[in-house]
């Protein structure tokens, strides 16, 4: 499997990190498909829902520093086992609110532990995984994501129909609950310390070593700046990309008057559009990179070519009107802004593998920014003109931006003193 070996080390660590990847985002989506329920419980406007839907986004930016920050000190382990368990009560505590005030809470709360999940997984992937391979590796962990958003709708709103939405959100944080203790007993920071690694697994991967002390601070002016263009870039993803994980159910139930059955099917639809393009992008990106060996193309040539086909593909969204057509544009929409997803989350794991979980907090912090942003503005326009494609000009406007600054990101130019250091010896078999 794209050279990995069936049953090693290797492989089970990329299948439990896709599987929190599908379950972080099945925690995180849930509100949406869940949210006319709870919106004509507790009363709240369409601008109130944004901001709700926001909340999550505060705390998930600051902690995208501050959990790759720690990722790179106390490895992924410890990191990703706190975090689970964060999901755990935030989505169990979801289904218990009872005011507009309490879900912000919850929400906020959320956003702490998804906020350092990333990070501190592309710290992880850093660890175990060959340059060669880590487009695919990213492009399949965040594929899993995408499934996710597509299996969350119609999930979500089959256990609201035959439970509640309350239990719903109960149900699956107890799912995630199994993850966590999955997390904990199997995975290992340093892959020559685990029992089910082989030597051949090693073969090109770098040696592991976390931060520590002052040799070995963080290298903020220059890692701010090598980052500074794909950061930008990922807020120019992110503003899209949040208006489909938070607003796509409702966007279909009130946009076209559908029940919650048949919004959920069509979200679903569209999300997995966003499956496929995740593992395509990662492919494409590896491909590339064995082609050429140019990190450059790899990276930045693939994710302008995903700015520019998304783009492409929701300027009709502003004119067409009927159904069919605005499944199938917004499908072609996010299937080619998903290709972006494998080769920009590499980059982090280029320039920095040192300090890969704090470079890769800065890039998503770009993103969680234009999740504070987005979702609200989409509320806005809505209450104020009743158009519910009408925020998707602004996504147009800001695909090209990033396009265009993608020719600032240089993932071949390696960030001063954040080479690995020394390797630990590989035990024996």
């Not at 501190?120 to 695919?136: E, I, S, Y």
């Not at 107890?174 to 685990?194: C, G």
Request: glycine residues 12%.
């Amino acid at each position: 499997m794209f050279g990995y070996r069936r049953g090693g080390a290797p492989l089970n660590v990329l299948i439990l990190l896709s599987a929190m990847s599908f379950l972080l985002y099945v925690d995180r989506v849930n509100l949406s498909t869940a949210a006319s329920s709870i919106q004509a419980e507790l009363g709240m406007t369409n601008t109130q829902l944004g901001i709700a839907f926001s909340a999550f986004g505060y705390s998930y930016a600051v902690f995208q520093v501050v959990g790759g920050w720690i990722a790179d000190r106390i490895g992924s382990r410890v990191t990703l086992l706190v975090c689970g368990l964060i999901w755990v009560l935030t989505t169990i505590g979801t289904g218990l609110v009872g005011s507009f005030a309490a879900l912000l809470a919850v929400r906020f709360v959320l956003g702490v532990g998804e906020g350092a999940t990333l990070p501190a997984a592309g710290r992880a992937l850093t660890n175990w995984t060959p340059r060669a391979k880590r487009g695919f590796a990213q492009g399949v962990t965040h594929s899993c994501s995408r499934f996710g958003n597509a299996i969350t709708p119609p999930l979500v709103a089959f256990l609201i129909l035959t439970l509640s939405w309350r239990m719903s959100f109960i149900v699956l944080g107890a799912v995630t609950a199994i993850w966590v203790a999955a997390w904990w007993l199997y995975f290992r920071d340093d892959p020559r310390t685990h029992r089910g690694v082989v030597a051949g697994d090693l073969a090109d991967v770098p040696p592991y070593s976390l931060s520590k002390g002052k040799a070995d601070a963080v290298p903020w002016g220059p890692l701010l700046r090598r980052m500074a263009p794909t950061m930008m870039v990922y807020f120019c993803y992110g503003w899209t990309g949040w208006l489909f994980f938070t607003w796509l159910p409702v966007f279909f139930k009130h946009g076209y008057d559908l029940d919650i059955k048949n919004s959920a099917i069509l979200s679903s639809g569209v999300f997995f559009a966003g499956v496929v393009g995740d593992t395509v992008g990662g492919v494409i990106c590896d491909w590339v990179y064995r082609r050429t060996g140019s990190l450059e193309a790899a990276r930045a040539r693939v994710i302008l070519v995903s700015f520019l086909g998304a783009a492409a593909f929701l300027v009709p969204v502003l004119f067409v009107r009927d159904l069919a057509g605005i499944a199938l544009l917004l499908s072609g929409a996010f299937f080619m802004i998903e290709l972006t997803i494998g080769p920009i989350w590499a980059v982090p794991m280029d320039v920095a593998p040192r300090h890969a979980g704090t470079a890769s907090g800065l890039m998503n912090a770009g993103s969680a920014v234009a999740g504070i942003i987005s979702p609200i503005l989409f509320g806005l326009i809505i209450d104020a003109t009743g158009n519910w494609t009408l925020p998707f000009a602004g996504s147009i406007g800001l695909l090209l931006v990033g396009a265009a600054a993608t020719f600032w990101i240089k993932p071949q130019v390696q960030v001063a003193g954040s080479a690995p250091a020394v390797a630990h010896a590989v035990p024996a078999e």
